[in-house]
């Protein structure tokens, strides 16, 4: 049974740091794409920071400089550490798996795994 368990949400104010975790099974976690998404309340949901199965990376412009994402193939886990918060980046955030192993351009392709998501709150 695939799994993507996210956990390191939390309530911080503006300039804090979290670090986000999503725990992986049940499928071959160091050959997928991993991405995290965010989703803030009437808006759509947005890729925020992607890695290849190769180590690549890339990030949307509003996090470059402040967020890092990496992994840990070993635990099978995937990380975002969020630096200089700030209340635009309050949202839902979710760890998401894909098939095609590598970054295509800036995104993982053929996302087909989800986790529930992790609550962050940023206030001013």
């Known amino acids: 049974q695939v799994q993507l368990v996210e956990s390191g949400g939390d309530s911080v104010q503006a300039g804090g740091s979290l670090r986000l975790s999503c725990a992986a099974s049940?499928?071959?976690?160091?050959?997928?794409?991993m991405a995290w998404f965010r989703q803030a309340p009437g808006k759509e949901r947005e890729g925020v920071a992607a890695?290849?199965?190769?180590?690549?990376?890339s990030y949307t412009g509003s996090v470059k400089g402040r967020f890092t994402i990496s992994r840990d193939n070993a635990k099978n886990t995937l990380y975002l550490q969020m630096n200089s918060l700030k209340p635009e980046d309050t949202a839902m955030y979710y760890c998401?798996?894909?098939?095609?192993?590598?970054?295509?351009?800036?995104?993982?392709?053929?996302?087909?795994?989800w986790g529930q998501g992790t609550q962050v709150t940023v206030s001013s």
């Open positions: 998401a798996a894909a098939s095609y192993p590598i970054l295509v351009g800036d995104y993982c392709l053929r996302v087909n795994y």
């Open positions: 049940g499928f071959t976690y160091s050959s997928h794409c």
């Open positions: 890695i290849g199965s190769d180590g690549s990376t």
